[in-house]
């Protein structure tokens, strides 16, 4: 069964803290999303990788940075948190472009608060 | 730029109907089609996806169409029960793109 594992379903975090969200996907996808999720705005796309090392920003990359060191595995790093950066973040997955139907898979997500 | 709708943005009927969600889209130059469930607080979860060469796809009660000449994908939902309370959302993948455009969801319940 393909999992898309999130490794914190909820954090609190001070203004100014550095957060890393962390994601791991066991079914070998190249493709890799971060999403932040609020009320009346949907689904953003933050960043989103398609390769080890290789990164696109988003729609709404401003106060974030990514990291993609092993395939399976994509982090989402807020450098210094703020009140506005808190929100739900959604991890998913694909398979590269042009290659199966292009199912995207989510994680159960990250409740982060910034105090 | 493609836009995703659905409408309505909530929904309530009693246990045994059968509905229809809707989603609708700007640009029919789409890879696939997919429809996710949303429990609170939880995250998405993959119902249906549909390619863009194909017309429709069935998963138990669930049934998925898509109609690129109209812009325009349905959800039905046969014999509808109160564990079918949840925010539908769809999402399109606009072709030779990875990025995939969501639109904002119809909450359901169902009334037992």
């Known amino acids: 069964d393909v999992k898309v594992t999130q490794s914190s379903r909820y954090l609190v975090k001070r203004t100014g803290e550095k957060v890393f969200l962390e994601c791991v996907q066991d079914?070998?996808?190249?493709?890799m999303f971060w999403y932040r999720q609020d009320p009346g705005l949907g689904l953003r796309l933050i960043y989103f990788?398609?390769?080890?090392?290789?990164?696109e920003k988003g729609d709404i990359p401003e106060g974030y940075s990514v990291s993609r060191e092993k395939k399976e595995r994509f982090s989402l790093i807020l450098e210094s948190a703020s009140t506005n950066q808190t929100s739900m973040y959604l991890c998913?997955?694909?398979?590269?472009?042009?290659?199966?139907?292009?199912?995207?898979?989510f994680g159960e997500g990250s409740r982060l608060t910034v105090l | 730029k493609q836009e995703v709708t659905q409408i309505p943005a909530a929904l309530s009927v009693p246990e045994g109907e059968n509905l229809v969600l809707n989603c609708s889209f700007t640009d029919s130059a789409i890879y696939n089609l997919q429809w996710f469930r949303q429990d609170p607080g939880k995250g998405l979860t993959s119902l249906l996806l549909i390619q863009s060469s194909q017309r429709e796809q069935t998963s138990g009660r669930l049934n998925a169409s898509l109609d690129k000449s109209s812009g325009r994908s349905t959800l039905y939902i046969a014999a509808s029960q109160p564990g079918d309370s949840a925010t539908y959302l769809c999402?399109?993948?606009?072709?030779?793109?990875?990025?995939?455009?969501f639109g904002t969801g119809t909450r359901l319940k169902v009334l037992a």
């Open positions: 999402a399109s993948r606009t072709s030779g793109t990875y990025k995939y455009i």
């Open positions: 990788s398609y390769d080890v090392k290789m990164k």
């Open positions: 079914m070998d996808h190249e493709n």
């Open positions: 998913a997955s694909s398979l590269r472009l042009g290659l199966g139907p292009g199912e995207l898979f």
